[in-house]
Structure formats: C-alpha cells, structure tokens
C-alpha cells in the first residue's frame, strides 16, 4: 500500500507539470513501453504475465484519473 500511495503522490507531481507545460496526460506509446517492461519483469520474477498486465493497468488508470482531477482543476 505505500508504494502505491508513493506512485499517486508521483502522479500528482507529474500532473502538475503536464498541465503547466500542457503536455498530454496519456502517451500511448510510453504506456506500451512501460506495460511490456512491467510484463517481463513480472515473469522474470514468476509471476504471471496476465497478472502483470492487470496489476499496471489498474495503477496506470488510477493515475491518468489523478492527473485528469489536475488538469481539470483551476
């Protein structure tokens, strides 16, 4: 639970400066980058690559919702 409160707190830091430089919140081809790195240092630790997918799916979704609040803030 830390590190995920630790990985919000990122977000919103890196929300931040997406809006004051207006950069896009969603990057696809980062994401794919990140999820593929996240996938083969999932197996690499046994875990399952389906699992692995769900897992960054779900915090890279919490977190683009995080940095949309930003944006849509003042």
Do not use: Y
Not at 8 to 18: F, S, T
Not at 36 to 54: I, V
């Amino acid at each position: 639970i830390h590190l995920l409160e630790e990985r919000m707190r990122l977000a919103k830091k890196i929300g931040v400066i997406k809006k004051q430089n207006n950069v896009a919140i969603f990057d696809k081809d980062q994401f794919k980058k990140v999820r593929k790195c996240f996938a083969k240092a999932a197996t690499e630790h046994g875990l399952d690559k389906g699992f692995a997918k769900t897992v960054i799916n779900a915090i890279h979704e919490e977190s683009v919702r995080t940095q949309n609040a930003l944006m849509d803030s003042n």
